[in-house]
Protein backbone atom coordinates (compact mmCIF):
# COMPACT_ATOMS: atom_id res chain seq x y z
CA UNK A 1 0.00 0.00 0.00
CA UNK A 2 1.39 3.57 -0.92
CA UNK A 3 2.48 5.66 1.82
CA UNK A 4 -0.01 7.42 3.55
CA UNK A 5 -0.37 11.08 4.84
CA UNK A 6 -0.86 11.48 8.53
CA UNK A 7 -4.35 13.17 9.58
CA UNK A 8 -5.45 14.27 12.86
CA UNK A 9 -8.95 13.14 14.34
CA UNK A 10 -11.62 15.84 13.25
CA UNK A 11 -10.17 16.44 10.22
CA UNK A 12 -11.55 14.78 6.85
CA UNK A 13 -9.63 12.42 5.86
CA UNK A 14 -10.87 10.34 2.89
CA UNK A 15 -13.26 11.09 -0.39
CA UNK A 16 -15.55 7.73 -2.09
CA UNK A 17 -18.04 7.87 -5.03
CA UNK A 18 -20.80 5.25 -4.81
CA UNK A 19 -21.95 4.88 -8.49
CA UNK A 20 -24.75 3.18 -10.37
CA UNK A 21 -21.74 2.45 -13.59
CA UNK A 22 -18.18 1.78 -11.90
CA UNK A 23 -16.53 1.61 -15.37
CA UNK A 24 -18.45 4.98 -16.77
CA UNK A 25 -17.43 6.70 -13.74
CA UNK A 26 -13.85 5.48 -13.75
CA UNK A 27 -13.05 6.30 -17.27
CA UNK A 28 -15.25 9.78 -16.69
CA UNK A 29 -13.19 10.47 -13.57
CA UNK A 30 -9.80 9.38 -15.12
CA UNK A 31 -9.94 11.80 -18.13
CA UNK A 32 -10.83 14.33 -16.42
CA UNK A 33 -8.88 14.53 -13.43
CA UNK A 34 -5.62 12.26 -14.09
CA UNK A 35 -6.84 9.69 -11.85
CA UNK A 36 -5.40 6.16 -12.12
CA UNK A 37 -7.58 3.77 -10.86
CA UNK A 38 -7.06 0.35 -9.13
CA UNK A 39 -9.25 -2.78 -8.04
CA UNK A 40 -8.92 -4.09 -4.92
CA UNK A 41 -10.58 -7.16 -3.53
CA UNK A 42 -13.35 -5.55 -0.61
CA UNK A 43 -14.89 -9.04 0.49
CA UNK A 44 -19.21 -8.68 -0.07
CA UNK A 45 -19.09 -5.59 -1.87
CA UNK A 46 -16.67 -7.74 -4.57
CA UNK A 47 -14.03 -4.92 -5.89
CA UNK A 48 -13.42 -1.30 -4.68
CA UNK A 49 -11.54 1.16 -6.70
CA UNK A 50 -8.51 3.29 -5.25
CA UNK A 51 -8.40 6.54 -7.34
CA UNK A 52 -4.36 6.98 -7.04
CA UNK A 53 -2.23 10.01 -8.15
CA UNK A 54 1.03 9.99 -8.34
CA UNK A 55 1.76 6.72 -6.55
CA UNK A 56 -0.75 7.98 -3.62
CA UNK A 57 -4.13 6.98 -2.54
CA UNK A 58 -6.56 10.09 -2.77
CA UNK A 59 -9.98 8.28 -3.00
CA UNK A 60 -12.12 5.75 -3.58
CA UNK A 61 -14.81 4.19 -5.73
CA UNK A 62 -17.35 1.46 -5.61
CA UNK A 63 -20.97 0.41 -7.27
CA UNK A 64 -23.70 0.41 -5.26
CA UNK A 65 -25.61 -2.75 -5.00
CA UNK A 66 -28.90 -3.89 -5.23
CA UNK A 67 -29.97 -3.33 -1.92
CA UNK A 68 -28.60 0.05 -2.43
CA UNK A 69 -30.37 0.58 -5.33
CA UNK A 70 -33.35 -0.73 -3.97
CA UNK A 71 -33.30 1.84 -1.17
CA UNK A 72 -33.15 4.83 -3.92
CA UNK A 73 -29.55 5.33 -2.88
CA UNK A 74 -28.59 7.63 -5.49
CA UNK A 75 -25.05 8.20 -6.73
CA UNK A 76 -23.54 10.53 -4.64
CA UNK A 77 -19.93 11.40 -2.71
CA UNK A 78 -19.06 10.93 1.01
CA UNK A 79 -16.38 12.32 2.89
CA UNK A 80 -14.98 10.42 5.42
CA UNK A 81 -14.05 12.59 9.57
CA UNK A 82 -10.93 10.87 11.00
CA UNK A 83 -11.63 9.69 14.73
CA UNK A 84 -10.09 7.66 17.46
CA UNK A 85 -12.58 5.60 17.93
CA UNK A 86 -15.64 4.98 15.35
CA UNK A 87 -18.34 3.19 17.89
CA UNK A 88 -17.77 6.37 20.38
CA UNK A 89 -18.14 8.74 17.71
CA UNK A 90 -21.13 6.84 16.48
CA UNK A 91 -23.18 6.63 19.87
CA UNK A 92 -22.45 9.90 20.28
CA UNK A 93 -23.61 11.41 16.92
CA UNK A 94 -26.74 9.28 17.39
CA UNK A 95 -27.14 10.85 20.99
CA UNK A 96 -26.87 14.23 19.47
CA UNK A 97 -29.79 13.16 16.80
CA UNK A 98 -28.03 11.66 13.90
CA UNK A 99 -29.44 8.60 11.99
CA UNK A 100 -27.11 5.30 11.95
CA UNK A 101 -27.06 4.22 8.10
CA UNK A 102 -24.56 1.66 8.17
CA UNK A 103 -21.91 0.56 11.15
CA UNK A 104 -19.91 0.57 12.94
CA UNK A 105 -18.43 -1.74 10.86
CA UNK A 106 -14.81 -3.17 10.41
CA UNK A 107 -13.28 -2.78 6.96
CA UNK A 108 -10.80 -5.62 6.96
CA UNK A 109 -8.08 -4.44 8.57
CA UNK A 110 -7.65 -1.54 7.37
CA UNK A 111 -10.21 0.71 9.50
CA UNK A 112 -13.67 0.40 11.07
CA UNK A 113 -16.73 2.81 10.08
CA UNK A 114 -19.75 4.07 9.93
CA UNK A 115 -22.23 6.29 7.69
CA UNK A 116 -24.35 8.60 9.42
CA UNK A 117 -27.36 11.24 8.73
CA UNK A 118 -27.35 14.57 10.85
CA UNK A 119 -30.48 15.70 12.16
CA UNK A 120 -30.79 18.18 8.73
CA UNK A 121 -30.45 14.84 6.31
CA UNK A 122 -26.39 15.19 5.26
CA UNK A 123 -24.81 11.84 4.88
CA UNK A 124 -20.96 11.61 6.32
CA UNK A 125 -19.34 9.21 7.27
CA UNK A 126 -16.34 8.30 10.08
CA UNK A 127 -12.86 6.59 10.30
CA UNK A 128 -11.18 4.91 12.65
CA UNK A 129 -7.39 4.18 11.22
CA UNK A 130 -5.89 1.02 12.12
CA UNK A 131 -3.70 0.20 8.52
CA UNK A 132 -5.19 3.37 6.24
CA UNK A 133 -5.22 6.56 7.48
CA UNK A 134 -6.67 8.22 4.51
CA UNK A 135 -5.15 10.19 1.55
CA UNK A 136 -1.82 9.84 0.86
CA UNK A 137 -1.77 13.35 -1.19
CA UNK A 138 -2.94 16.03 1.51
CA UNK A 139 -2.51 18.84 -1.50
CA UNK A 140 -2.59 20.13 -5.25
CA UNK A 141 -4.36 19.12 -8.05
CA UNK A 142 -6.46 15.71 -8.11
CA UNK A 143 -6.96 16.11 -4.11
CA UNK A 144 -9.86 16.86 -2.13
CA UNK A 145 -9.35 20.72 -1.17
CA UNK A 146 -12.15 21.39 0.70
CA UNK A 147 -15.92 19.86 1.94
CA UNK A 148 -18.89 22.23 2.51
CA UNK A 149 -22.24 21.70 4.55
CA UNK A 150 -25.46 23.08 2.59
CA UNK A 151 -28.02 22.52 5.48
CA UNK A 152 -31.52 23.58 5.89
CA UNK A 153 -30.57 24.86 9.36
CA UNK A 154 -26.93 26.55 10.65
CA UNK A 155 -27.57 27.01 13.63
CA UNK A 156 -28.68 23.47 14.65
CA UNK A 157 -26.04 21.95 11.65
CA UNK A 158 -23.32 23.98 14.03
CA UNK A 159 -24.61 22.85 17.22
CA UNK A 160 -24.17 19.16 16.12
CA UNK A 161 -20.76 19.35 14.38
CA UNK A 162 -19.24 21.20 17.25
CA UNK A 163 -20.91 18.57 20.19
CA UNK A 164 -19.46 16.00 17.72
CA UNK A 165 -16.25 16.75 16.45
CA UNK A 166 -15.26 19.59 18.84
CA UNK A 167 -15.06 22.29 15.64
CA UNK A 168 -15.11 25.71 16.61
CA UNK A 169 -17.64 27.87 14.27
CA UNK A 170 -16.37 30.85 12.60
CA UNK A 171 -18.74 32.83 11.09
CA UNK A 172 -17.80 35.47 7.94
CA UNK A 173 -20.45 38.04 6.22
CA UNK A 174 -19.73 37.23 2.63
CA UNK A 175 -22.21 39.63 0.96
CA UNK A 176 -25.64 38.86 1.71
CA UNK A 177 -24.79 35.34 2.48
CA UNK A 178 -23.35 34.23 6.01
CA UNK A 179 -20.38 31.96 5.61
CA UNK A 180 -19.27 29.40 8.47
CA UNK A 181 -15.45 28.25 8.54
CA UNK A 182 -15.67 24.89 10.96
CA UNK A 183 -12.09 24.90 12.62
CA UNK A 184 -10.28 22.42 14.61
CA UNK A 185 -8.11 24.36 16.59
CA UNK A 186 -6.55 27.03 14.12
CA UNK A 187 -7.31 24.89 11.09
CA UNK A 188 -10.23 25.48 8.68
CA UNK A 189 -11.30 21.86 8.08
CA UNK A 190 -14.69 22.49 6.27
CA UNK A 191 -17.47 25.52 5.43
CA UNK A 192 -20.97 25.50 5.88
CA UNK A 193 -23.84 27.65 4.48
CA UNK A 194 -27.75 27.40 4.20
CA UNK A 195 -29.57 26.02 1.20
CA UNK A 196 -30.37 28.88 -1.34
CA UNK A 197 -33.30 28.83 -3.38
CA UNK A 198 -30.94 28.67 -6.56
CA UNK A 199 -30.10 24.75 -5.50
CA UNK A 200 -33.47 23.29 -6.09
CA UNK A 201 -34.49 20.62 -4.12
CA UNK A 202 -31.36 19.63 -3.23
CA UNK A 203 -31.37 17.95 0.31
CA UNK A 204 -28.53 18.95 2.94
CA UNK A 205 -25.82 17.74 1.69
CA UNK A 206 -21.66 17.59 2.15
CA UNK A 207 -19.95 19.12 -0.87
CA UNK A 208 -16.38 17.35 -1.97
CA UNK A 209 -13.82 20.52 -4.06
CA UNK A 210 -11.42 19.17 -5.91
CA UNK A 211 -8.19 21.10 -6.87
CA UNK A 212 -7.59 21.99 -9.94
CA UNK A 213 -5.08 23.87 -12.11
CA UNK A 214 -7.50 25.51 -14.87
CA UNK A 215 -11.66 25.68 -13.52
CA UNK A 216 -12.81 26.42 -17.16
CA UNK A 217 -10.96 24.37 -18.77
CA UNK A 218 -11.94 21.55 -16.58
CA UNK A 219 -15.75 22.30 -16.68
CA UNK A 220 -15.74 22.80 -20.65
CA UNK A 221 -13.83 19.14 -20.63
CA UNK A 222 -16.54 17.47 -18.08
CA UNK A 223 -18.87 18.64 -20.35
CA UNK A 224 -17.51 16.83 -23.83
CA UNK A 225 -16.82 13.53 -21.80
CA UNK A 226 -20.51 13.59 -20.34
CA UNK A 227 -20.88 15.89 -17.59
CA UNK A 228 -23.32 18.22 -16.29
CA UNK A 229 -22.83 21.75 -14.92
CA UNK A 230 -24.90 22.35 -11.82
CA UNK A 231 -23.25 26.09 -11.49
CA UNK A 232 -20.85 27.47 -14.13
CA UNK A 233 -17.53 28.69 -12.93
CA UNK A 234 -17.56 31.80 -10.71
CA UNK A 235 -15.10 33.80 -8.84
CA UNK A 236 -14.53 34.04 -4.62
CA UNK A 237 -12.81 37.30 -4.82
CA UNK A 238 -8.91 36.87 -3.61
CA UNK A 239 -9.39 32.86 -3.37
CA UNK A 240 -10.16 31.48 -6.77
CA UNK A 241 -12.73 29.94 -8.87
CA UNK A 242 -15.40 26.97 -8.82
CA UNK A 243 -17.59 25.26 -10.47
CA UNK A 244 -20.35 22.58 -9.78
CA UNK A 245 -20.47 19.59 -11.60
CA UNK A 246 -22.14 16.22 -11.76
CA UNK A 247 -20.92 12.97 -13.40
CA UNK A 248 -22.50 11.11 -15.95
CA UNK A 249 -24.45 9.02 -13.00
CA UNK A 250 -24.95 12.04 -11.19
CA UNK A 251 -22.88 12.31 -8.36
CA UNK A 252 -22.49 15.77 -7.46
CA UNK A 253 -19.00 17.38 -6.53
CA UNK A 254 -17.07 20.73 -7.54
CA UNK A 255 -14.03 21.54 -8.45
CA UNK A 256 -11.48 24.58 -7.37
CA UNK A 257 -8.99 26.71 -9.20
CA UNK A 258 -6.75 28.46 -6.17
CA UNK A 259 -6.45 31.94 -7.10
CA UNK A 260 -2.30 32.86 -7.90
CA UNK A 261 -0.32 34.67 -5.06
CA UNK A 262 0.55 38.36 -6.90
Not at 149 to 161: E, M, P, Q, V
Not at 190 to 215: H, K, Q, R, S
Request: with cysteine; net charge negative.
Amino acid sequence: MPETAIHAPGKFCWMEIATTDKEAAKKFYSELIGWEMKDTPAGDIGTYTMMNLGGKEVGGLYQLNQEQLSQNVPPHWLNYVLVEDADTATNQAESLGAQILVGPMDVMDVGRMSVLKDPQGAVFAVWQAKTHQGSGAPSGPGTSCWVELATSDTDAAGKFYSGLFGWKLDAQQMGDMTYTMFKQGEVSVGGMMALTPEMGEAPPNWLTYIAVEDCDATVAKAESIGGKVCAPPMDIPNMGRFSVLADPTGAVFAVFQFAQAE
